[in-house]
C-alpha cells in the first residue's frame, strides 16, 4: 500500500440526475407511469444546483485575483 486514498470519484451529471429522480419518485411512493416527469424535474434541479456551483467558484475566483 503506498498511503493514497481512493476517494469516490465525482458523478457524471447524468447519475446525479438518474439518483434524483430516482428519490422523487420513491418520496411519492413510487407512482407508475411518472418517470419522465420525475427525470424532467430531476434535470431542472441538477442544472439548477450546478449552476449555482459554477456561479459561485466564478466570484471566488474573481475575488482572489482581486477583479
Same mark, same amino acid.
Given at each position: 500500500?503506498? %498511503?493514497m486514498i481512493d476517494l469516490p470519484r465525482p458523478l457524471t451529471e447524468?447519475?446525479? !440526475?438518474?439518483?434524483l429522480?430516482?428519490?422523487?419518485?420513491e418520496d411519492?411512493?413510487?407512482p407508475e407511469g411518472r418517470a419522465d416527469?420525475?427525470? @424532467?424535474k430531476a434535470?431542472? !434541479? @441538477?442544472h439548477a444546483?450546478?449552476?449555482a456551483i459554477a456561479a459561485t467558484s466564478e466570484r471566488t475566483e474573481s475575488a !482572489?485575483? %482581486?477583479d
Open positions: 500500500m503506498d %498511503g447524468h447519475e446525479e !440526475i438518474e439518483s429522480a430516482y428519490r422523487l419518485y411519492e411512493g413510487k416527469e420525475h427525470w @424532467v434535470e431542472e !434541479i @441538477v444546483q450546478r449552476s !482572489i485575483a %482581486g
